[in-house]
């Protein structure tokens, strides 16, 4: 075992030692040529550039006292919101379509606009219109 080690540092050690002299020109005497030079690449001029100035543009400040805007709608007014083109008030009874068949008390003219449910029966085909004819 010990000859094997031996002998690997042995190589080792000459190819360090082939390295070395290879690259600083002494080893075999080899000459070689002198690298060959070419003709120094055309170049053109960049174009010149042009600077922009930016613009700006100055705000006046607003003043931040503003109304408060209110975000929920007035008061209903006790009206249904599935009829939202007429108020109709809940609770003092029936409502139909005037010139219709119905016998009131209440009589609504239309067309209205209606959303279910439909508590008074105005939109008889359910295409959301009450009161067509």
Known sequence: MD?????RRMWMGIAVLAVVLAASGCGGGTVTAAPTTTAAPTTTKPRPTT???????????TPTTRRATPTTAAPARNCDPAYPDACLHDGIGDYDCAGGSGNGPNYVRGPIRVRPPDPFGLDRDGDG???ET
Do not use: S
């Not at 000859?3 to 002998?7: I, P, Q, S």
């Not at 600077?51 to 400040?61: D, G, I, M, V």
């Open 3 to 7: 000859r094997f080690v031996f002998l």
């Open 129 to 131: 219109v009450g009161c």
């Open 51 to 61: 600077t922009r100035r930016a613009t700006t543009t100055t705000r006046k400040a």
